[in-house]
């Protein structure tokens, strides 16, 4: 199923490096998933889905801890600098981020041309 797995962190590779410690979350997406994304430092994953929902769960504790919307499916999402903050784009062509300490969502960018297929945040080196 899962060969040749690299690159992987913490509970990620603790995760998938051991069969045995798959499990199903609670509560999950009610249609398929599109894109999901371990936290850099936390047991944390983000979940985006063709429900238009967008959801983060304690992997440990296998619990969803927040969720927001999109008005069309979400086909990617991609952690910010850290786990408060995330990115989220789909169908409805616009690019959401979601606060997780204020519970808050805002449209960072609204009608692009195309519907967003591929949602990366990077930082950008000073000059």
Not at 3 to 25: C, F, K, P, T
Not at 38 to 60: G, I, K, Q, R, T
Not at 83 to 89: E, I, K, M
Not at 121 to 127: E, I, L, M, N, P
Request: one cysteine or more.
């Amino acid at each position: 199923w899962i060969e040749g797995v690299r690159g992987l962190r913490g509970s990620e590779a603790d995760i998938l490096g051991n069969m045995s410690a798959q499990s199903e979350l609670n509560d999950p997406p009610k249609d398929g998933i599109s894109a999901l994304q371990f936290a850099p430092e936390h047991n944390l994953l983000l979940v985006s889905s063709w429900n238009a929902e967008v959801s983060m769960y304690d992997v440990l504790m296998n619990g969803k801890k927040a969720q927001y919307s999109h008005k069309a499916a979400v086909l990617d999402c991609c952690w910010g600098t850290d786990q408060n903050r995330c990115f989220s784009g789909g169908v409805d062509r616009s690019v959401k981020t979601f606060d997780f300490a204020r519970q808050m969502d805002s449209v960072s960018r609204r009608c692009l041309q195309k519907r967003l297929q591929r949602c990366q945040f990077g930082v950008r080196a000073k000059t």
